[in-house]
């Protein structure tokens, strides 16, 4: 008799789940969500055509996260924004991926260098074509093509939990930068430029230095994005 190659039940519905917390994931990240934008499950399982309890359960995983707050209905909600919380999200950042920088650099091939070169040049040229969205798609593939070069999966674990919470701040940046970037303003493309220097140069300090400023320009942005938002309240 032939052997069924069919998922069981069980299989089936882990995949699925695993299909709505990944997909979710990549939007929060991405900043697709607002800042206290609730997401209730039944719309959810409409956009990703499934029943309610793949929903929950990634709800909750992402919950775990911190990436989301759960609602007593079941829904969950993307957390709100403040200066705070941002300053703490960054000073985490600045150690965790400094770390991954220093430990990457002296192990840098020409061929690594060669590929953030190549990423960093699309990041500059792209938005002023695609938009924010697409500029800081871009920014997010060179972060994580150089964090992947230290080898560590326990710390890019770490730094992608750190950049899902950013993901509230992401989308409220990318709304107040559109019309700069669609005019050609390249936002701190120049930092990547820098790390990249450094690394050729096998400079681990100042390859450090250069991502602390990266993630310092982003989080002053933000600073006066947050600050102009609450005076017009």
């Not at 070169?117 to 969205?133: K, M, T, V």
Request: with cysteine; net charge negative; glycine share 6%.
């Amino acid at each position: 008799m032939q052997r069924s190659t069919s998922l069981d039940p069980s299989e089936s519905r882990a995949k699925i789940q695993d299909n709505v917390y990944s997909g979710l994931r990549e939007s929060l990240i991405e900043g697709r969500f607002d800042a206290g934008q609730v997401l209730t499950m039944a719309a959810l399982a409409n956009v990703y055509g499934t029943s309610l309890m793949p929903v929950r359960e990634a709800l909750q995983r992402l919950v775990a996260e911190q990436a989301l707050i759960v609602l007593p209905n079941g829904s969950a909600v993307v957390p709100h924004i403040n200066i705070e919380r941002l300053d703490d999200i960054c000073r985490a950042r600045v150690i965790l991926e400094r770390s991954a920088v220093e430990i990457a650099a002296p192990n840098m091939t020409s061929d690594n260098i060669s590929d953030l070169e190549n990423i960093a040049a699309q990041h500059r040229e792209i938005g002023g074509l695609e938009g924010a969205y697409t500029m800081l798609s871009m920014n997010r593939r060179f972060h994580f093509q150089l964090y992947s070069y230290a080898g560590s999966s326990s710390l890019l674990q770490l730094i992608e939990t750190l950049w899902l919470s950013m993901g509230p701040y992401m989308r409220l940046m990318s709304r107040n930068i559109e019309a700069q970037i669609m005019g050609g303003d390249p936002i701190y493309a120049g930092t990547h430029d820098d790390i990249v220097d450094a690394l050729r140069a096998h400079d681990t300090l100042r390859a450090g230095d250069a991502i602390t400023a990266d993630i310092r320009a982003t989080q002053a942005l933000l600073h006066t994005i947050l600050a102009k938002s609450t005076h017009e309240r």
